[in-house]
């Protein structure tokens, strides 16, 4: 697995943390010192969390699950949808929209009716509206598409959610945490770890400290995906191989009773042609001579 350098978290500023008056308590574990009464963040204890939290999510991954990539602050948004397009999985980087995960059901009817509208776009019936009907429901279908575009394909709950700022995205940390989903995120200094189940602590504002650490997410669940590729793709051509083995001993099994038939039919024909020749020899010996009755006089 890639791991991040220690000097990489510093170029990129993971180490900034906020005003000391506005720091959590909490976070002091993870805090190295305060500078100029600004909390710097301990690097060696982001990689070792960031580790963790690789393989974490590498594992689920691995196993087929999706993992729900939350980030709505400015500074993420286009980040954070960039990268997390490379792997496939939702991201949420518009307003959360709330009940997401709590009311899902309600969710998924908003995505089907966006598929509806696309499906209705094709018909006679839309084409049959007016100018203004027809502005109306494309306006909707944006609206839709920007808000709910990038989770059309979850068609469950995740497994796992990322999150970039937990006090922004405190309503999503609080839906994830009544369904007992477990949540990866970045921590600054003014957050509490306590919430999440795999802190990373980082400064959380910076463009180039978000970068990096979403990035090493992405690098973990790309090589989780890669290894279930192979390891299905090594199931399919054991299965092959199985299935070849079973068709070569069935053939060899067929063989062996055809050729075991057929010297059933060669013995049988052997049988029979020692019979008929028993027979003809029998038919051609010739008959032994009668010997002829002595005729025995009775003495007077």
Same mark, same amino acid.
Do not use: C
């Given at each position: 697995m890639t791991k991040v350098?220690?000097?990489?978290?510093? =170029?990129?500023?993971?180490?900034?943390?906020?005003?000391?008056? %506005?720091?959590?308590?909490?976070?002091?574990?993870?805090? #190295?010192?305060?500078?100029?009464?600004?909390?710097i963040i301990d690097l060696y204890k982001t990689q070792a969390k960031l580790e963790e939290a690789q393989n974490a999510l590498k594992q689920i991954a691995k196993s087929g *699950?999706?993992?729900?990539?939350?980030a709505t602050k400015k500074q993420a948004k286009e980040l954070v949808a960039e990268l997390v397009k490379k792997v496939n999985m939702p991201y949420v980087t518009e307003r959360w929209p709330?009940?997401?995960?709590?009311?899902?059901?309600?969710?998924?009817?908003?995505?089907?009716?966006?598929?509806?509208?696309?499906?209705?776009?094709?018909?006679?019936?839309? %084409?049959?509206?007016? *100018?203004?009907?027809?502005?109306?429901?494309?306006?909707e279908r944006a609206k839709l598409e920007k808000n709910l575009g990038s989770i059309a394909d979850m068609s469950r709950l995740p497994a796992a959610l990322f999150v970039v700022?937990?006090?922004?995205? *405190?309503?999503?940390?609080?839906?994830?945490? *009544?369904?007992?989903?477990?949540? #990866?995120?970045?921590?600054?200094?003014?957050?509490?770890?306590?919430?999440?189940? #795999?802190?990373i602590p980082a400064n959380d504002d910076a463009s180039k400290s978000i970068s990096i650490i979403v990035n090493a997410a992405v690098l973990a669940i790309a090589e989780g995906l890669n290894e279930r590729k192979l390891a299905r793709e090594k199931e399919v051509e054991e299965a092959e191989e199985a299935k070849q083995v079973m068709e070569d001993l069935k053939a060899k099994s067929?063989?062996?009773?055809?050729?075991? =038939?057929?010297?059933?039919i060669e013995a049988e024909k052997g049988k029979k042609g020692a019979k008929a020749k028993k027979a003809e020899g029998e038919e051609e010996k010739p008959a032994k001579p009668k010997r002829p009755r002595k005729t025995v006089v009775k003495k007077k």
């Open positions: 350098s220690f000097d990489d978290l510093l =170029e990129a500023g993971v180490h900034f943390g906020h005003l000391k008056r %506005k720091w959590n308590p909490n976070m002091a574990p993870y805090i #190295f010192m305060e500078r100029n009464g600004i909390h *699950k999706r993992i729900l990539f939350v709330g009940g997401m995960l709590t009311n899902f059901a309600t969710i998924r009817k908003a995505v089907r009716k966006m598929s509806s509208i696309d499906k209705m776009a094709n018909t006679n019936t839309y %084409k049959n509206l007016s *100018k203004r009907e027809k502005l109306q429901i494309s306006r700022d937990i006090n922004k995205e *405190k309503i999503a940390v609080a839906e994830a945490r *009544k369904l007992n989903i477990p949540i #990866f995120a970045m921590v600054d200094t003014n957050t509490d770890p306590t919430l999440i189940d #795999f802190p067929e063989a062996l009773a055809i050729a075991e =038939e057929e010297a059933d």
